[in-house]
């Protein structure tokens, strides 16, 4: 557990979530903070996402991320938890302007979504002092349309 946010998983996918986690705490406080608020646990499994739904019904959601972020860079493992807590953040941002209603999944999901929350995991891999040439790979990436791959056929 590091703070409010447990992992789970093998030994490698825990001590490198607790390393994003940790990064993000000292480099990032206000990153951290949004994703102690929405994200209760990590879970290594496949696809990466969060379970936003569970918001309607708890205070903090279950993420899911592909193991592979155990062996990959430690600043992009802290920008993709970004990028999936922002998700949560624009679900309760929708939430709080409709009270008592259905809060409609474009508001969190989908191209617009999409865009939103890889703009805030630039901004944080930018602030985490990641390589310009890479954060342009991943500003370019919103063109492969990712959300529209069925949740059961991705593989990240």
Do not use: N, T
């Given at each position: 557990m590091h703070g409010g946010v447990t992992a789970r998983g093998d030994d490698a996918?825990?001590?490198a979530t607790v390393e994003a986690l940790e990064l993000l705490?000292?480099?990032t406080p206000d990153v951290y903070a949004l994703l102690e608020k929405h994200i209760e646990t990590v879970i290594s499994g496949k696809p990466s996402g969060v379970f936003a739904w569970g918001l309607a019904r708890y205070p903090a959601t279950?993420?899911?991320m592909g193991p592979a972020y155990a062996k990959g860079s430690v600043v992009e493992y802290a920008g993709a938890?970004?990028?999936?807590a922002y998700h949560c953040?624009?679900?309760?941002?929708?939430e709080q302007s409709a009270?008592?209603?259905?809060?409609?999944?474009?508001a969190y999901s989908g191209e617009h979504a999409e865009s939103l929350c890889l703009k805030y995991q630039c901004d944080v891999l930018r602030r985490l002092g990641l390589d310009e040439a890479l954060i342009d790979?991943?500003?370019s990436g919103l063109q492969t349309k990712w959300?529209?791959?069925?949740?059961?056929?991705?593989?990240?």
């Open positions: 996918f825990v001590r705490k000292a480099k279950i993420m899911l938890l970004a990028h999936e953040e624009l679900y309760r941002r929708a009270p008592g209603g259905l809060v409609p999944r474009h790979r991943y500003e959300w529209e791959v069925p949740f059961d056929q991705r593989s990240w």
